[in-house]
């Protein structure tokens, strides 16, 4: 057994001011990722719309409203309600409302290796590129035609 206060776990919010708290890491999770997000208004939950091709997502709101956009339009989701994203389903939350959102996401597997964007290839027009962590920020792949793309 693990236990952590949310307080005590440094905000890590991957280059941007979010209020995200990892929590994987102190709990000692191996096969189930957790984050607490505390968004002001117009801050995002990620940077935009992206899908994890090998990690379905959950998305928990315990205070606000989130707004999350789809590949088939947006949806709304308040306080007490909870959404899913099955691997390969894009999709970019954030909070459009003036109040403030404080949400759990949760991901399984742990830790999500394939991270794809929707933007066609130019050179073989497939439909998404991979994001690769990069040392500034994420560089582009096809995953189809192994294309570098500019980010």
């Given at each position: 057994?693990?236990?952590?206060?949310?307080?005590?776990?440094?905000?890590?919010?991957?280059?941007?001011?979010?209020?995200?708290?990892?929590?994987?890491?102190?709990?000692?999770t191996t096969d189930?990722?957790?984050?607490?997000?505390?968004?002001?208004?117009?801050?995002?939950?990620?940077?935009?719309?992206?899908?994890?091709?090998?990690?379905?997502?959950?998305?928990?709101?315990?205070?606000?409203?989130?707004?999350?956009?789809?590949?088939?339009?947006?949806?709304t989701v308040g306080?007490?309600?909870?959404?899913?994203?099955?691997?390969?389903?894009?999709?970019?939350?954030?909070?459009?409302?003036?109040?403030?959102?404080?949400?759990?996401?949760?991901?399984?597997?742990?830790?999500?290796?394939?991270?794809?964007?929707?933007?066609?290839?130019?050179?073989?027009?497939?439909?998404?590129?991979?994001?690769?962590?990069?040392?500034?920020?994420?560089?582009?792949?096809?995953?189809?035609?192994?294309?570098?793309?500019?980010?």
């Open positions: 057994m693990e236990k952590v206060s949310i307080g005590d776990v440094e905000p890590n919010a991957l280059g941007s001011d979010v209020d995200r708290r990892g929590l994987s890491g102190p709990l000692g189930f990722a957790i984050n607490r997000y505390r968004l002001d208004p117009g801050e995002r939950f990620s940077g935009g719309m992206h899908a994890h091709m090998d990690q379905e997502e959950v998305f928990v709101i315990v205070e606000g409203e989130a707004t999350f956009e789809t590949m088939d339009g947006e949806v306080e007490a309600e909870a959404i899913r994203f099955a691997p390969g389903e894009f999709q970019s939350g954030r909070n459009d409302s003036d109040g403030e959102v404080v949400a759990f996401a949760m991901g399984a597997p742990r830790d999500s290796e394939d991270v794809r964007l929707p933007r066609s290839c130019p050179e073989c027009s497939h439909d998404n590129v991979r994001a690769i962590p990069g040392e500034d920020g994420f560089d582009l792949q096809c995953p189809d035609c192994g294309a570098e793309l500019d980010g």
